[in-house]
C-alpha cells in the first residue's frame, strides 16, 4: 500500500510540472509588455526602464524565468494585486472561507441526494421511476447555472420575496436568527450548484449498481436468503460506491468552477468572484495565482481519487 | 410436369419476397434510432431550433438592432412576441440571431475538438510505441488542466490582440471556438486510440498493407470509418457542452462584445432588469436549455444506435 502511494505522489509530481509549465508558457506567449504602462510614461527615463526590467528578471532566459516563477508559485509567493496593491495570497484567504461553504455544503448535499437516487433507479432501470430520475438528470445537467440561478432569484427573490438575492459576506453568525439568514441566503447559491452536480453523479451511482447487480456475489448474497434490502446495502452498493468515492474526489475542482459562475449571479464575494473582477480589471498576479491555485486543486483530487480507490479496492495494484 | 414447374416459380417468387431490402449498417442505426422517443422528439425539437433561428428573421419583421426607447422594456405582445429589451429591441428577433452565433460557436467549436482528437487518438493507435506513450501523456496533462480558469485565462490574455487583428467579432468567435476546442479533444483522443489499437490488428488493415495502401490512406479511410459511430455520439455531446461554455463566458462578460446577442450574453444584459422584464431573462435561457437539453438526448439515442455494445 505505501509503496502504491508513493508512486502515485511521484507520479503527481510531474503532472503539476507539466501544468504549470503550459500555464507559465501561455502567461510568455501573451501579447502585451508588463512594462507597457512604464514605456507610455515620457517621465520614466530609460535607462530606469532598463534597470526595473532587470530587477525583475524580464531578461533572463525563458527557463530562468520559468524556474523563478514556479519556485515563488509552490512557495504561495504570489506577488502583489495590480488593482489593490495588497499581497495576492491575504486577497485569496479572505476570499476562501465564503467560496469553502458554499461549495462544501453544495457537495455534500448533492452526494446525500445522488446515492439514494442512484440506487432507487438501479434497482428497477426503466421503470416509471428511474425514467424521472433520468429525466431530471438530464435536466440538471443541461441548464446552465446562471439560468436556473436566475430563474431562482425571479421565482423566490422577487416573486415570492422569500430569499435574499444578494449574498451578504459580512453577515455574522452569532445567534439564532443570524444562523436562519445565513441559512436562507444559502438555499440558491447551494441549489444551483448542487442541481448541476447531483445530474452527473445520480447517472454515475445508477451505472455503477448496475455493474454490480447482475454479479455472481449477488447471486450467492441473495441465494443465502439475505433480505433484499441488506443485498442492495450491505453487498451490492459498498462495492458500487468505489468507483463512486473516486468520482466524488475527481468532482472537487469542477464544482469549484461551478462556484464562479454561481458566485457571479449571487455576488458572493469568493474565489470566484475574485477571479472575473481580477479578469476585468487586468490585474494578471491574482489571474494567475488563482488559475495555479485550481491547476493544483485537480492534481491534488486526482491523487486523492487514486489513493482512496487504492485502499478500498485491494484488486488495484499499480505496475 | 407444367404444373410442378409452376410450383417451383412460385416457391422462388415467394423467396424473393420474403427477402428484404438489403439492410445498410447506417439503415441499422437509423431504425434503432427511431426506436429511441425521446432521441426522436429531441432531434424534432433541435431542427425546428435550428430553422427558426436560421429562417426566422426572413419572416418575422421586427429588427434585432433598431433602438427605439418608446418600446423599451415591453412584455409579449403580437407584435413583438418575446417582448423588448431595455433598448426597445426585439427580443425574439435578437435570440434568433443570437442563435445563429450559438449554434455556430457549438459546432465550430466541436469541429475543433474533433479534429484534434482523431488527429491525436489515430496516431497514438496506429503507430503505438513511443509514440503513442508521448502523445498519451499530453492527453493525460491536458485532462488534468482546469478548464473553466483556463478558458478566462486564455481569453483574458489574448482577446485584446485578436481584437485588433480581426475586429471585434470575428476575433472573439475564433478565440472562443479554439479555445473550447483545445481543452476538449481528449476523450475523442482516448476514444479513438482505444479503437485503432484494436483495429488494427484485423484483416482488413493488414489486407489493405498488403497491397502497399499508404500508412495516412489505411489510418483514415480504412479504419477511421469503423470508429464513426463513438466519434458521432462525442461530436453531438461536445455541440451542447459548447453552446453551454460559450453561454457562459458571454454571461461572465468573457464572450461577445455587447452588440451580439449570442444567448448568453442575452441572459447577462438580461440579469439586471429580472424583476421589471423577466422576459428578457427567460426566453433566451429556455433557448439555451431546449437546445442542450435536445442535443443531450440525442446523443444517448445516438449511443444506443451506433454503439448497441455500449448500452446499458
Known sequence: MGTYILRRLVFAVPTLIGISMILFLILALAPGDPLAQFAADPSVPPEVRENIRRQLGLDDPIHIQYLKWFRSMISGDWGFSFASRAPVASLIWQRLPQTLLVVGSAYVLSV???????????????????????????????????????????????????????????????????????????????????????GAMTRFVRSAMLDNLPQDYTRTARSKGLAERTVIIRHVLRNSLIPVVTLVALGVPTIFSGAIVTEQIFRINGIGELLIKSIQNSDTPVVMAITFIFATLVVLFNLIADVIYGILDPRIRYD | MTASVGAGSQVSGQLAQRQRAPRTLWGDAWRRFRRHRLAMAASVVLLTMIVICVLGPLVYPPSPTRIDFSKALLPPSAQHWMGTDDLGRDMLARIMLGGRISLAVGIAAMLVAMSVGVLVGATAGYWGGRIDNILMRITDLFLALPVVPLLLLLIFLFRDRLRQLMGPEMGIFWL?????????????????????????????????????????????????????????????????????????????GLGFPPDTPTWGRLLYDGQNYLAMAPWMVLFPGFFIFLTVLSINFMGDGLRDALDPRQRQ
Open chain 1, 112 to 198: 446525500l441526494i445522488a446515492i439514494p437516487i442512484g440506487v432507487l433507479s438501479s434497482i428497477r432501470p426503466y421503470s416509471w421511476f428511474d425514467n424521472i430520475a433520468t429525466t431530471f438528470a438530464f435536466v440538471g445537467f443541461s441548464v446552465p447555472t446562471f439560468f436556473t440561478g436566475l430563474v431562482l432569484i425571479l421565482v423566490f427573490s422577487v416573486n415570492l420575496r422569500w430569499l435574499p438575492f444578494i449574498y451578504d459576506s459580512t453577515l455574522r453568525v452569532n445567534s439564532f436568527e443570524t444562523f436562519i439568514l445565513q441559512i436562507k441566503q444559502m438555499i440558491m447559491p447551494v441549489t444551483v450548484l448542487a442541481l448541476f452536480q447531483t
Open chain 2, 176 to 252: 472562443i471556438i479554439f479555445v473550447i476546442g483545445i481543452l476538449n479533444w481528449m476523450t475523442v483522443a482516448r476514444l479513438v486510440r482505444g479503437s485503432f489499437l484494436s483495429l488494427k490488428q484485423r484483416e482488413f488493415v493488414e489486407a489493405a498493407t498488403c497491397i502497399g495502401v499508404s500508412r495516412p490512406a489505411i489510418m483514415f479511410r480504412h479504419i477511421l470509418p469503423n470508429t464513426m459511430g463513438p466519434i458521432i455520439v462525442a461530436a453531438t455531446l461536445s455541440v451542447g457542452s459548447a453552446i453551454i461554455t460559450e453561454s457562459v463566458l458571454s454571461f461572465l
